[in-house]
């Protein structure tokens, strides 16, 4: 998958689509998704233009790799969801489930979420 400079997530970091911010640094922005499957539901994006995981790790600073993990930890805990527990997830790729070209970390929280995955 190739990134694509006018995905959603490219526009919301150019201001030209607007998001419900939750968090912001240096290197991250974190927002509600619009479509929640969960009470929180919130996305955290690098600033970088990454395609997903594989391309942050491969390319990415190592600034970069840790501001994003912890920015979804503290949004986790700003949101009041790291206590209870909360899930984080990353779709990869086509078969992984990945729908926009920019690497997006989903913060899931606010009740039991259960199983991910069917069994077979």
């Known amino acids: 998958m190739a990134y694509d400079t006018n ?3 490219a526009r919301i970091l150019r201001g030209e689509i607007p998001c419900k ?3 912001e640094d240096e290197y991250t922005l974190a927002f509600h998704d619009i479509s929640p499957q969960a009470p929180v539901h919130v ?4 600033k970088g233009a990454y395609v997903s995981m594989d391309d942050l790790a491969a ?15 503290k949004v986790a805990h700003d949101l009041g969801v790291a206590a209870e527990g909360y899930r984080f997830l990353v779709n990869c790729g086509v078969n992984g489930g990945q729908e926009v070209p920019h690497l997006h970390v989903h913060i899931f929280g606010g009740r039991r979420l259960g199983r991910m995955i069917q069994i077979a």
């Open 59 to 73: 390319n990415g600073s190592d600034r970069e790799i840790a501001a994003l993990y912890r920015a979804v930890s």
């Open 7 to 9: 995905n959603i997530f």
């Open 43 to 46: 996305l955290v994006i690098p």
């Open 21 to 23: 911010k939750v968090y």
